[in-house]
């Protein structure tokens, strides 16, 4: 099953800003919208992007997401220690008429 | 106020059958889409079946034809029949509403199933 691929890790100071990846291929970002999760310790994922860059209710506008062709981009600004988590983008396959989730992303505040 | 919660997961031998089952209150199972996602211990995100709200339903390639997920329309719940278990579906299980645009907005506290060799 193919996934979208993010880098394992990314992390800065506090009040910093960190960038997250994702990048597919024709059949599924550059075929469709993209949503981007986040999954603290222990818990489900909650959504926090959809449609490539609109953000839920109560959803702080410190996290923003954009998509270019293939790509796609999670930025997180401001970075506080209660943004500790994963984070996955995800979207449809049309040529494999499954959905398809993100390698992940580990946020680490130092 | 919306509801998922799931159950169903334990410990199973390899080979073996389970069923897990999606309780959902706030909105109803065949106007919406509803997912099951799993994650392995340690790993990311795996979208496994789903079930489509005109009752279509799809599979993963790693666990078509082992797989079926199904829905109660009267109780407002999904199931997903877990057949010839390997110790690769070991994963939590997590129950997760959608429509047509695939946008996850409510998800369970997810069930833990466990295949021992």
């Known amino acids: 099953q193919s996934v979208l691929t993010q880098p394992p890790s990314v992390s800065a100071a506090p009040g910093e800003k960190v960038t997250i990846s994702c990048s597919g291929s024709?059949?599924?970002?550059?075929?469709?919208?993209v949503s981007w999760y986040q999954q603290l310790p222990g818990t489900a994922p909650k959504l926090l992007i959809y449609?490539?860059?609109k953000r839920p209710s109560g959803i702080p506008d410190r996290f923003s997401g954009s998509k270019s062709g293939t790509s796609a981009t999670l930025d997180i600004t401001g970075l506080q220690t209660g943004d500790e988590a994963d984070y996955y983008c995800?979207?449809?396959?049309?040529?494999?008429?499954?959905?398809?989730f993100g390698t992940g992303t580990k946020v680490t505040v130092l | 106020e919306v509801q998922v919660v799931e159950s169903g997961g334990g410990l199973i031998q390899r080979g073996g059958s389970l069923r897990l089952s999606c309780a959902v209150s706030g909105f109803s199972v065949s106007a919406n889409f509803v997912s099951w996602v799993r994650q392995a211990p340690g790993k990311g995100l795996e979208w496994v079946s789903v079930?489509?709200?005109?009752?279509?339903?799809y599979y993963a390639e790693s666990v078509k034809g082992r797989f079926t997920i199904s829905r109660d329309t009267s109780q407002n719940t999904v199931s997903l029949q877990m057949n010839s278990l390997r110790a690769e579906d070991t994963a939590v299980y997590f129950c997760?509403?959608?429509?047509?645009?695939?946008?996850?907005?409510?998800w369970g506290q997810g069930t833990l199933v466990t295949v021992s060799s």
């Open positions: 079930i489509y709200n005109n009752g279509r339903t």
């Open positions: 449609d490539n860059y």
């Open positions: 997760a509403r959608s429509g047509w645009d695939w946008i996850f907005d409510y």
């Open positions: 024709n059949s599924d970002i550059g075929d469709d919208y």
């Open positions: 995800g979207a449809w396959d049309s040529s494999l008429t499954t959905y398809v």
